[in-house]
T-cell receptor, first 114, second 111 residues
Framework: ETGVTQTPRHLVMGMTNKKSLKCEQHLGHNAMYWYKQSAKKPLELMFVYNFKEQTENNSVPSRFSPECPNSSHLFLHLHTLQPEDSALYLC?????????????FGPGTRLTVL | GQQVMQIPQYQHVQEGEDFTTYCNSSTTLSNIQWYKQRPGGHPVFLIQLVKSGEVKKQKRLTFQFGEAKKNSSLHITATQTTDVGTYFCAGNTGTASKLTFGTGTRLQVTL
């Protein structure tokens, strides 16, 4: 195991629902990331947090709202999603947000939007 | 924006054959990383290359970073069924981590 956990592992939601994805890392890292992995598309970086501060928002729609209360926890709040938002959402962490630091991925949350 | 392409998209080999995947970036990279994702799994870090022309080996895997730092390759010698998965390259262009992942190469190995 990589020391990065994500819950839930699977989520089905309607377009009017509000839900949250949770990520926790037990590695003592200070940087955390959200990625989206859709079928037939490369992994897309969504958000980067370094020492609880958001340092990157990769033009993500506002229906995705991240939260990082401390260096060990990262949330992705979801509301009024679209069917095309169905994907595997991966969390990752690294010691810092330096480009040479290795990223460790969690198992992901498989999201289906009906 | 930056794009990272990989070829081939898919390769099916017999166990024992060699395999190579190629990665090309539209921009010069500060470093490149390689990840492996097993079916149903998540990306797992394999290696990082930083220097122009760098070559690194991990047992049967050989990684190269091009002289211009815009391309890279992963070569597996004598594939095994445990090598099955999708191999991604991912590049950074600066000092902060903002990985752009390649399109991936899915490797299938049969006996």
């Amino acid at each position: 195991e990589t020391g990065v956990t994500q819950t839930p592992r699977h989520l089905v939601m309607g377009m009017t629902n509000k839900k949250s994805l949770k990520c926790e890392q037990h590695l003592g890292h200070n940087a955390m990331y959200w990625y989206k992995q859709s079928a037939k598309k490369p992994l897309e970086l969504m958000f980067v947090y370094n020492f609880k501060e958001q340092t990157e928002n990769n033009s993500v729609p506002s229906r995705f709202s991240p939260e990082c209360p401390n260096s060990s926890h990262l949330f992705l709040h979801l509301h009024t999603l679209q069917p095309e938002d169905s994907a595997l959402y991966l969390c990752a962490s690294s010691l810092t947000s330096a480009s040479t630091d290795t990223q460790y991925f969690g198992p992901g949350t498989r999201l289906t939007v009906l | 924006g930056q794009q990272v392409m990989q070829i081939p998209q898919y390769q099916h080999v017999q166990e024992g054959e060699d395999f190579t995947t190629y990665c090309n970036s539209s921009t010069t990279l500060s470093n490149i990383q390689w990840y492996k994702q097993r079916p149903g799994g998540h990306p797992v870090f394999l290696i990082q290359l930083v220097k122009s022309g760098e070559v690194k080996k991990q047992k049967r895997l050989t990684f190269q970073f091009g002289e211009a730092k815009k391309n890279s390759s992963l070569h597996i010698t004598a594939t095994q069924t445990t090598d099955v998965g999708t191999y991604f390259c991912a590049g950074n262009t600066g000092t902060a981590s903002k990985l752009t992942f390649g399109t991936g190469t899915r490797l299938q190995v049969t006996l």
